[in-house]
């Protein structure tokens, strides 16, 4: 079954810093995809990556994904208190694996 | 358009006690997925419903967990005999056609605490 790690696991900063948050697979990614959910709350849909090399980007939120399909990253620029949360990557295998299967989440601290 | 609703927003429950989760999907939409959220766990996919299809129930963990789902909408997810390992919070998800790279949109999720 694939597994994803995420690294780091937390995450603090000050704001106003850019920061980089790592999703790792031990298979190739067909679908990778990048929530995001704050406590009490469910998830929030931030960019879905698909082709070796793609990149994507929400306002100050970029997301990226390697040639081999095998890692994904999500970098925040000039991050803000309002991006604190948890991000969560998650991933389908293809075909008709519909489920996602979800690294464990980093928790990001945006200290003002 | 509202999005994936579910209730209740939290549980308690005793020990042994039988809860049932609810959620509704997105109106149109013919996946629904359920998935537990517990610590240390991460998030864990439970069980897919995609029209009219038998449901994939490979991610239920016993069989006191069972889910149903009504007319191809609302979805009942029930825990018998619940335990102390059963507290998590309870996601539901839906997706316009239940396929690879299809967008999953999450409800708020219902939190169970059994004590």
């Known amino acids: 079954s694939q597994e994803l790690e995420q690294s780091p696991q937390s995450l603090i900063v000050q704001e106003g810093k850019n920061l980089t948050i790592n999703c790792t697979s031990s298979?190739?990614?067909?679908?990778l995809y990048w929530y995001k959910q704050k406590y009490g709350e469910g998830l929030i849909f931030l960019m879905m990556l698909q082709k070796g090399g793609e990149e994507k980007s929400h306002e100050k939120i970029t997301a990226k994904l390697d040639e081999k399909k095998q890692q994904s990253s999500l970098h925040i620029t000039a991050s803000q208190p309002s991006h604190a949360g948890i991000y969560l990557c998650g991933a389908d295998s293809g075909g008709s694996n519909y489920k996602l299967t979800f690294g464990k989440g980093t928790l990001l601290t945006v200290n003002p | 358009g509202a999005g994936v609703s579910q209730s209740p927003s939290n549980k308690v429950t005793e020990k042994g006690k039988d809860v049932e989760l609810r959620c509704d999907p997105i109106?149109?939409?013919?996946?629904l997925y359920w998935y537990r959220q517990s610590l240390g766990q991460g998030l864990e996919f439970l069980i897919y419903f995609q029209g009219n299809s038998a449901p994939d129930k490979s991610g239920l963990p016993s069989d006191r967990f069972s889910a149903e789902r009504t007319g191809g909408s609302v979805s009942t997810l029930t825990i018998q005999r619940t335990q102390q390992e059963d507290s998590a919070v309870y996601l539901c998800?839906?997706?316009?056609?239940?396929?690879?790279?299809?967008?999953?949109?999450f409800g708020p999720g219902t939190r169970l605490t059994v004590l």
């Open positions: 998800a839906s997706s316009p056609r239940g396929l690879a790279g299809d967008e999953q949109f």
């Open positions: 298979k190739t990614l067909y679908g």
């Open positions: 109106s149109g939409h013919t996946a």
